[in-house]
């Protein structure tokens, strides 16, 4: 009984060094030392981001994707592009639907920037 109770601790020491090599994070399994060598121990501080001017930063790629080097329109020129579609009476209906929701919706501001955004292509006077 104490050779089968060896030989599964040489296996899990096997695959717990398989696991490191791609994984420097994994807990070996508890082989009935005291302390796991080499293990990392992870703090509520280690998943934790510290945001400044990002957190403002954020949202303008919604507007400008070119920051990022994508090659695509941003959220004004999409509210162009599709009310373009529709008659100034259309556009105006449209216009008063809108409706910003979603996470980034929680943005600072952004639901103000999508308002001048939206209010910059549609007919002068709508309502949004």
């Known amino acids: 009984e104490s050779s ?3 030989d599964e601790d040489e296996k ?3 695959i717990d060094a398989a696991i490191m090599e791609v994984d ?3 807990v070996p399994a508890d082989t009935g030392d005291s302390e796991a060598q080499g293990a990392i121990v992870l703090t509520p501080e280690d998943f934790q981001i510290e945001l400044g001017i990002e957190l403002c930063q954020i949202p303008e790629i919604f507007f400008a994707p070119s920051i990022l080097g994508m090659d695509c329109c941003g959220l004004g020129e999409l509210f162009d ?3 373009a579609r529709f008659s100034p009476a259309e556009r105006a ?3 008063g639907n809108v409706v910003v929701s979603g996470g980034s919706s929680l943005f600072p501001g952004m639901t103000d920037r999508v ?3 939206l209010t910059a292509v549609l007919p002068h006077g709508t309502k949004v």
Request: hydrophobic share 45%; charged share 15%; net charge negative.
């Open 81 to 83: 592009q599709s009310l």
């Open 115 to 117: 308002l001048a955004e």
């Open 12 to 14: 899990l020491a096997e």
């Open 24 to 26: 420097a994070t994994h």
């Open 93 to 95: 209906l449209m216009g």
């Open 4 to 6: 089968e109770g060896g």
